[in-house]
């Protein structure tokens, strides 16, 4: 059925014109809706038998802003002009400054150019629960119409800069404590009370109030520079990186100093300048990448339902399954946590109780959802409750052997319905499923560590697994506030395989001679929050050293063997879990660079000799940068090549979400297609030159960049999906 996309307009006897926004799903401000709503408002100022106005947004939400599919294509074409004035046209003319009355009905939610349309109304009634904000700053811009001068003006200087800088959105309850919201009523009285609102101001019995003109929450120029300078400070420490933050408190100052109508025109100025930055182009890659992901040719689109899964077995109570099982109990699902033996049990158990509580003591969960979300849990020491689980999730110690046993022992005790998934990182699902005849059920279910905390689920299919599998199982990750990627299955699937060189790199960079707390400074400058030795710390080198050699049996062709992980072992330093790695971890305390731990770098050095002439080489940041990350673009052209992952920008989300490739360069091939495929194969075919195998360009890279083709432009492959 095709979607009904317009304004429309309905004048009722009461003399109040109720202009109605319709696009679904979530009426964003398109086009035609913003040619929609002025040819309705100067209507309706023109008729003379309409007394006041309300806006409302079709089933039940008011507007998720403007549409940003608009902004998109902006960035392929580059033209501005696509672009609509609204801001005073519109919102400041035809709106605000309008001589009948209107009133903002909202229900749902009101974000962006919604909320920025809802407060140029002079009177705002909302449903309970309703999610306002201004969420555009994820998006790499400002609010555009009028937000960073009217927020401020009915919510206050401090609020409103904490909203909008950190995109955080507040309910209807909160907005109405604050004054943004004048009246809180249900659901089914949300029209009527708008009207009678409206109504009321037209007639006098309420305040006639134009957000743009009022001054009474702004306070002093001092109190309000010394917000501004808070803000600044916060923006530092957020973005360092992105230009909208600052640029924001810019065009909120301005307002603050020459008045909310000057603020509107440099917000309109400034909002120009930014949704041409590279910011934006990345921010908004991910926004729709990330949508993309939930769908899944064949498994999304044939009509399947996903089926409710309810209560949930968890194999192995260690790192991973007690973040799994938090994970879920904190969506309501019963959760049943098998371990070896009573000891390793109360261990588990403690991990579950002891990361409800890190989530309380953040205040990022209430003491009374911890309490009953551990009412939903049980620990056991046999398959007895598994009679009767939907699902069970597989997280025992990496072993080949042991997991294939459980898979054989689970398949007996289990339903036939049920879901058998394992959190493996690096054995091929269909060697787990050897010994079963269950093939069809089994699944790929990889969490990223801590498992609670990270966003980004791993579903991983193998040439049997069902289609009703994955899409239950991306169900079940969406309910517990993943974002599923389906991916394929080969060693380290789509993150890790793609991840593997960037340590690889950072060992020869730092056997070349590079110090290698330079490189770690020059990544996070780049915008990865740990560099590679820091990251390696953090996981354990333990793991780095068990999986080295199941990555090398697959792709030894590129990788670099360094003694250095098997050296600091050796020297008693496994990274943050003892303290003690490439930094200093002590409690209370940022890692602290060890400078004894160059010993054990030179050690490395005289072993692999590979310094041109003995001599440490000389680089700039702009080499290591290339040197560390485009050995990952090209693994990255490999899970491409092979159909690892569906789409490119699923590969560019899994980077974001599981690797915390920085959202604003749109994810890794994003990124690589930004500095482009050409100069990419030049620099690692010169580097493969120079320094062997491990920077052989890929096929598909070389074959891209001939042909002046981007990494993300999508090919008939020999997809694994
Ligand atoms: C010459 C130049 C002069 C300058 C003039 C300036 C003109 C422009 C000024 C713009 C001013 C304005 O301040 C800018 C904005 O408003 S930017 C948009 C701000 N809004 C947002 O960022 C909200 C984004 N959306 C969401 O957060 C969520 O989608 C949600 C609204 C909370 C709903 O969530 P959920 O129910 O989970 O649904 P999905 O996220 O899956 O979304 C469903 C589909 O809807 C699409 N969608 C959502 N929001 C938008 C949008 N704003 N525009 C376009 N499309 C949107 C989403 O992609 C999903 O689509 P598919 O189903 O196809 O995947
Ligand atoms: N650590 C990570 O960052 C990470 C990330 C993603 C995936 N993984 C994968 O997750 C799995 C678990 O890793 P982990 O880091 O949590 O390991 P871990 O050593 O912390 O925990 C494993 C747990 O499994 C238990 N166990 C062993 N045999 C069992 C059995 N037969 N029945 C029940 N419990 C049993 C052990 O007692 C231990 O508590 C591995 O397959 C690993 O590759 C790990």
């Known amino acids: 059925m095709a979607k009904k996309i317009g304004v429309t307009m309905e004048v009722g006897n009461d003399g109040v014109a109720v202009i109605t926004i319709s696009n679904p799903p979530v009426n964003s401000l398109a086009s035609p809706i913003i040619s929609g709503l002025k040819e309705k408002f100067r209507d309706a100022n023109q008729r003379i038998d309409v007394k ?12 998720g802003g403007f549409d940003i599919n608009v902004f998109q294509q902006v960035h392929k074409t580059g033209d501005l ?18 001589r009948k009355p209107l009133v903002a009905a909202v229900e749902g939610l009101a974000l962006g150019g919604g909320l920025e349309l809802a407060m140029a109304c002079h009177a705002r009634v909302a449903a309970p629960k309703a999610q306002l904000g201004l969420p555009e700053l994820t998006l790499g811009v400002i609010p555009g119409f009028g937000g960073t001068q009217r927020l401020p003006r ?83 420490k957020i973005a360092p990186n992105m230009p909208q933050h600052h640029a924001c408190i810019e065009v909120i100052e301005e307002g603050i100093i020459h ?25 908004v890659h991910v926004f729709f990448a ?57 261990k588990g158990i403690k991990s579950v109780e002891a990361n409800m509580k890190g989530l309380v003591s953040r205040g990022k969960l209430t003491q009374d959802k911890a309490g009953k979300a551990l009412s939903l849990f049980k620990g056991v020491l046999d398959y007895t409750e598994f009679k009767d689980v939907d699902m069970v999730i597989e997280a025992v110690i990496e072993n080949i052997q042991l997991k294939q046993n459980i898979f054989k ?31 069809d059920r089994i699944v790929g279910a990889h969490f990223f560590s801590p498992a609670h905390l990270m966003p980004l689920l791993e579903i991983v299919r193998s040439k049997n697994t069902s289609a009703q599998v994955i899409l239950d199982l991306m169900a079940v990750g969406k309910a517990i506030k993943k974002v599923p990627v389906v991916v394929g299955n080969c060693i380290g699937f789509a993150v890790n395989r793609t991840f593997f060189p960037y340590s690889q790199a950072a060992h020869m960079l730092a056997n070349l001679g590079v110090d290698l707390f ?147 360069r749109g994810g890794i091939v ?52």
């Not at 000057?262 to 182009?281: C, H, I, M, R, Y």
């Not at 050409?678 to 491990?694: D, H, N, V, W």
């Not at 890279?701 to 008939?716: D, W």
Request: proline share 5%; hydrophobic share 40%; net charge positive.
């Open 52 to 63: 006041a106005i309300v806006l409302i947004g079709n089933n039940g939400r008011f507007s």
């Open 81 to 98: 002009s696509l672009m609509p004035e609204v801001s005073v046209e519109l919102v400041c003319n035809l709106m605000e400054d309008s």
């Open 154 to 236: 009915l919510v206050g200087l401090a609020k409103a800069t904490d909203m909008i800088l950190l995109s955080k959105s507040i309910s209807s309850e909160e907005g109405q404590k604050l004054g943004l919201i004048d009246a809180l009523v249900p659901p089914g009285d949300v029209l009527s009370t708008s009207r009678k609102w409206a109504l009321d101001i037209a007639e006098g019995r309420k305040p006639f109030l134009r957000s743009l003109h009022r001054t009474d929450k702004i306070g002093s120029l001092s109190e309000a520079r010394a917000i501004l300078k808070t803000s600044r400070q916060l923006a530092k």
């Open 259 to 283: 008045g909310g109508y000057s603020g509107v025109l440099k917000e309109a100025e400034v909002f120009k300048q930014l949704v041409l930055s590279d910011t934006a182009k990345g921010l």
């Open 290 to 346: 990330q949508r993309a992901t939930s769908k899944v040719p064949n498994v999304t689109d044939v009509g399947l339902k996903p089926r409710p899964i309810k209560k949930v077995a968890v194999i192995g109570g260690g790192l991973m399954g007690s973040g799994i099982a938090t994970a879920l109990l904190l969506s309501n699902i019963r959760v049943v946590l098998k371990e070896i033996n009573s000891e390793y049990l109360m």
């Open 409 to 439: 022992e689970i398949e007996k005790v289990c339903s036939p319905h049920c879901i058998l998934a394992s959190n493996t990182s690096t054995i091929d699902l269909d060697v787990i499923g050897e010994k079963t005849n269950s093939k």
């Open 518 to 664: 330079r490189i770690d400074s020059v990544i996070t400058s780049f915008g990865l929050p740990l560099g590679p030795f820091q990251l390696g710390d953090l996981a354990g080198h333990g793991i780095g050293l068990a999986v080295g050699p199941i990555y090398a049996k697959v792709y030894g062709d590129r990788m670099f063997r360094s003694p250095m992980t098997e050296l600091l072992l050796k020297s008693g330093r496994n990274g943050k879990i003892n303290g003690k790695g490439y930094y200093i971890y002590e409690k209370g305390s940022k890692p602290k660079p060890d400078p004894s731990v160059l010993s054990v770098v030179e050690e490395s050095r005289k072993l692999t000799n590979i310094m041109p002439g003995g001599k440490p080489i000389s680089v700039s940041d702009k080499e290591i940068v290339e040197m560390i990350l485009f050995p990952v673009v090209n693994e990255a052209c490999r899970v491409l090549d092979e159909g690892v992952v569906i789409r490119a920008s699923d590969l560019d989300i899994a980077s974001v979400l599981g690797m915390s490739f920085p959202s604003y």
């Open 670 to 721: 994003f990124w690589a297609d930004t500095v482009g495929p050409k100069y990419i194969y030049e620099r690692l075919k010169r580097l493969s030159e120079t320094y062997g195998s491990f920077f052989k360009p890929s096929r598909y890279l070389e074959e891209r960049a001939m042909n002046g083709m981007l990494l993300s432009e999508s090919k008939s492959s020999r997809s694994r999906l």
